[in-house]
């Protein structure tokens, strides 16, 4: 039988900079999966976002696979063995119930974030087409996802939610205060970034330089809102020229380098605030010490996550309330596949019994002359395989009785034969 299992970090239990580490990109993600399953789990799906990374497992013995995770993710991504201790690890109903709460954002940085249903559907349907997701896991995932729908319809969680870079605009609105007199620096051209400026936008900030590695990627933000598009190779005259850079890349390394804050900051009088929504981090840590340079991170963001999270706390039990009861629908069904080996074995037993007694009366049936002679073959075939049927129930009641099992027999079968009619 199968169970659920979920290992890895978040933003609850590990700093960005060990999250970093543990960042699994789809290439490693194909490597993790592939030595995962050749150790005999039986279906993988990985979750990869801004602030958490998780391994989903269907497998007969979850705590076994737990450790073979843990271990290959080290082989992996070369992360030293104390890492382990910011992991968190979860199996059964634990890791369904996890599951749930991850797909309903419940377990969000910003409650109700609105981008993490699309991300777990994309890691379901992307381990899926690879053959890495089965019938489990596969009900598993569509279940939370089903259960996040509900959660939106039937509570105001979702109801002007923030996301990750909604959050980070109102960071900055509330450390730079009036955006509209600021210029704005978006670093990128992926969902991130396109929701940081979206937000921007809305908060009022009316100057804005784009920048990418590729710049022909950014024609689109010019039609959210006008602006300048440069290169990377230009980014030390963005960072002079704006207040506020919001980083959203995703580029294996750092961006931005002490150098280039040090480059930017000579002859300002100005702050610079640079707010890195990126995973992993686009700016390195140490531009923190460049004088006049005010850096935040994914980590920095709970003073405007808690205010989110006190606005929505009622709505946020409610939305447990739905999933407690979408969960116990999925443990019925779980459940029940404990009976699905010994069902198949009763079918093929049935069906063996059945084609035995067919056989057995193959030769009457053509030999029958008339209309009467055929109906008595078949009385005799149906008397036949009625007492087959009945022959093993019988002599497994009597002997129940003999051991005083009565009353737990007669239930059973009433169960299995009368459909629980006592009478």
């Known amino acids: 039988m199968f169970h659920a299992g979920a290992a890895g970090v978040s933003w609850k239990t590990a700093p960005a ?9 789809p ?29 989903w497992t269907a497998s007969e013995d979850p705590e076994r696979t737990a450790l073979v995770v843990l271990e290959v993710w080290s082989e992996v991504c070369g992360l ?18 996890h599951i749930y709460r991850v797909a309903a954002s419940v377990d969000s940085l910003v409650l109700g974030e609105t981008q993490i249903p699309s991300q777990v559907r994309l890691a379901w349907e992307r381990s899926r087409d690879a053959g890495q997701c089965g019938f489990f ?8 996802l089903t259960a996040s729908k509900r959660v939106r319809s039937q509570t105001r969680l979702g109801e002007g939610a923030l996301s990750v870079a909604g959050a980070a605009v109102d960071l900055a609105r509330k450390i730079s205060g009036n955006v509209e007199r600021l210029t704005v620096g978006i670093v990128g051209a992926g969902e991130m970034a396109e929701l940081a400026l979206s937000g921007f ?31 990377l190779g230009a980014l030390d005259k963005v960072l002079a020229e704006c207040d506020v850079v919001v980083a ?43 004088p006049g340079v005010f850096l935040y991170g994914i980590d920095d963001l709970e003073q405007v996550v808690d205010k989110n999270r006190l606005s929505r706390g009622g709505e946020a039990q409610v939305a447990e309330s739905l999933l407690a009861t979408d969960v116990e629908s999925f443990r019925i069904w779980w459940r029940s596949l404990s009976m699905v080996p010994i069902l198949a074995q009763v079918r093929e037993q ?71 009619d006592a009478t």
């Not at 910011?86 to 369904?96: D, I, N, P, Q």
């Not at 019988?394 to 003999?402: E, F, M, N, P, Q």
């Open 80 to 97: 030293e063995p104390g890492w382990t201790d910011r992991a968190f690890v979860h199996h059964h109903e634990a890791a369904v119930e």
């Open 17 to 25: 900079e060990l999250r970093d580490r543990c960042l699994l990109p």
């Open 248 to 290: 959203a890349t995703g580029s294996p390394g750092f961006v931005i380098t002490p150098p280039l804050a040090v480059w930017a900051m000579r002859g300002r009088r100005r702050p610079l605030f640079l707010l890195d929504i990126a995973a992993p981090r686009d700016i390195d840590p140490e531009v923190a010490r460049c």
């Open 137 to 144: 896991l596969g009900k598993l995932v569509q279940g939370a």
């Open 201 to 231: 936008v809305r908060a009022g900030a009316r100057k804005f330089v784009y920048a990418n590695r590729t710049p022909e990627n950014l024609r689109r933000f010019t039609t959210l809102h006008p602006g300048r598009i440069e290169g």
């Open 350 to 420: 049935v069906h063996a019994v059945a084609q035995a007694e067919v056989d057995r009366f193959h030769h009457r049936v053509r030999q029958a002359q008339t209309e009467e002679d055929l109906r008595m073959v078949l009385e005799d075939f149906a008397q036949a395989l009625a007492n087959k049927f009945l022959h093993p129930p019988t002599v497994g009641a009597r002997h129940a009785a003999s051991e005083g099992r009565e009353q737990e027999m007669a239930a059973a079968l009433r169960e299995l034969f009368l459909h629980g």
């Open 27 to 55: 290439e490693r993600a194909d490597q993790l999966t592939l030595l995962i399953r050749a150790r005999g789990v039986r279906e993988v799906v990985v979750l990869s976002t801004c602030n958490r990374v998780e391994v």
